[in-house]
């Protein structure tokens, strides 16, 4: 089983876990407060609490070190 990375949901601050092998794309939605999106093809996206930078950060530490830029 892949391993999973933890998230907070802004809606309720209750923890959110993410399959890094199937995000697709992370990005800022301008807003006040801006929110972090994690989308996951074109049909579902997640909105996290954290930080835009957190969010690569967290993906990025269960990466296979070969697939790291």
Do not use: W
């Not at 993410?18 to 996951?40: C, M, Q």
């Not at 049909?43 to 996290?48: K, P, T, Y």
């Amino acid at each position: 089983m892949p391993k999973l990375c933890q998230f907070t949901s802004p809606r309720d601050g209750k923890p959110v876990y993410v399959n890094p092998g199937r995000v697709s794309v992370v990005y800022t939605h301008k807003g006040e407060p801006p929110d972090t999106i994690i989308g996951f093809g074109k049909d579902f996206m997640l909105g996290v609490q954290e930080s835009l930078e957190e969010t690569v950060r967290i993906l990025r530490s269960v990466e296979p070190a070969g697939d790291k830029d």
